[in-house]
C-alpha cells in the first residue's frame, strides 16, 4: 500500500537547498490541508513546519518518519506559500526560513485561527475585490504628501479594501497615525510588538477587521484578506534596505 506523503518546511535556519522533507500520513488519518501547522519529529527533536505539498512519487528516504499532530489548519494562506516559495529561491535561503516570516507567532492551542476565506483559499493572484492588481505608490515627505496620503486611503476604503501603509522605522509609524488617526481606525505592525498584540493584528488581518494596517517592513507578510493599495511612506530610506 503506498504511502500518504506530504511535504513539510520546517520553521527553522537550515542550508539554501533543504526546502522541504517527506513524512507521511498514518493510515487512520487524512492529509492535513496546506499551509496547516504541524508538529514533526527532526533529527531527533520535535519540530514546527507548515505542510506545502502533497508529492505524487516515491518517498525521497527510504522510510520517510509519521507526521505528528496538526497544530493548526491552514495557518498560512495559498498567497502566501508561493510568495515565500519565491522568495526563498530568489535569496538562496530554505522555504521554512522564509515561511517564518509570515508566522509571527507559535500558536499555542488558545490561539483561535479564523478559517480562510474564499477569497484566500482560492486566489492564486494578488488582485483586489474590484478584480485589479492593489494600487502601489510610493511617497516622499512634501507639502502635499499627507493630503496624498489620505486621498488614497479613501479611494481603496471606499471599496472596503485593505490598505497597507509601509513605514522605514517606527519613528516614521508614529507619524503616519497622526495623520491617518483622526479620521481612520489603524492597526500597527512591527516585529518588537508582544506576543499577544502581533496575535492579536494578524488575526484581525487576515479575517478582513483591519481596515489600514501601519506598519515597517515585517507588515508586508501578514495574510490580508483582501489587500487593496499599499503605500510606501519615505521610500528613499534606508531603512527598508537594511
Same mark, same amino acid.
Given at each position: 500500500m503506498a504511502l500518504a506523503l506530504v511535504e513539510v518546511a520546517l520553521l527553522k535556519r537550515l542550508p539554501r537547498l533543504a526546502h522541504a522533507f517527506d513524512y507521511h500520513v498514518s493510515g487512520s488519518a487524512s492529509r492535513p490541508a496546506l499551509g496547516s501547522l504541524v508538529q514533526c519529529d527532526f533529527r531527533g527533536r520535535r519540530s514546527l513546519g507548515i505542510v506545502v505539498n502533497?508529492?505524487?512519487r516515491?518517498?525521497?528516504?527510504?522510510?520517510?518518519?509519521?507526521?505528528?499532530?496538526?497544530?493548526?489548519?491552514?495557518?498560512?494562506?495559498?498567497?502566501?506559500?508561493?510568495?515565500?516559495?519565491?522568495m526563498a529561491l530568489?535569496?538562496?535561503?530554505?522555504?521554512? /526560513?522564509? =515561511?517564518?516570516?509570515? $508566522?509571527?507567532? +507559535?500558536?499555542? #492551542?488558545?490561539?483561535? %485561527?479564523?478559517? *480562510?476565506?474564499d477569497n484566500l483559499l482560492n486566489s492564486n493572484k494578488v488582485v483586489s475585490q474590484s478584480g485589479q492588481a492593489p494600487m502601489a505608490l510610493a511617497i516622499n515627505e512634501s507639502k502635499a504628501w499627507a /493630503?496624498? =496620503?489620505?486621498?488614497? $486611503?479613501?479611494? +481603496?476604503?471606499? #471599496?472596503?479594501?485593505? %490598505?497597507?501603509? *509601509?513605514?522605514?522605522?517606527?519613528?516614521?509609524?508614529q507619524v503616519l497615525e497622526h495623520i491617518l488617526g483622526p479620521?481612520?481606525?489603524?492597526?500597527?505592525?512591527?516585529?518588537?510588538?508582544?506576543v499577544s498584540q502581533r496575535q492579536h493584528v494578524w488575526?484581525?488581518?487576515?479575517?478582513?477587521?483591519?481596515?489600514? %494596517?501601519?506598519?515597517?517592513?515585517?507588515?508586508?507578510?501578514?495574510?490580508y484578506a483582501k489587500l487593496g493599495g499599499i503605500v510606501v511612506s519615505e521610500a528613499h530610506s534606508e531603512g527598508y534596505k537594511q
Open positions: 502533497y508529492p505524487e516515491a518517498p525521497a528516504v527510504k522510510e520517510p518518519k509519521e507526521l505528528g499532530e496538526v497544530l493548526v489548519d491552514q495557518l498560512v494562506t495559498p498567497r502566501q506559500l508561493q510568495l515565500s516559495w519565491r530568489h535569496y538562496g535561503v530554505a522555504w521554512g /526560513q522564509v =515561511l517564518q516570516l509570515m $508566522v509571527p507567532v +507559535v500558536p499555542t #492551542r488558545s490561539f483561535k %485561527v479564523t478559517a *480562510l476565506s /493630503q496624498t =496620503l489620505l486621498q488614497l $486611503v479613501r479611494k +481603496v476604503r471606499a #471599496r472596503e479594501e485593505q %490598505v497597507l501603509v *509601509l513605514a522605514p522605522d517606527l519613528s516614521q509609524v479620521e481612520f481606525q489603524i492597526h500597527k505592525f512591527w516585529a518588537q510588538l508582544s488575526s484581525e488581518v487576515r479575517s478582513g477587521k483591519a481596515g489600514i %494596517v501601519v506598519g515597517t517592513r515585517s507588515a508586508l507578510f501578514l495574510p
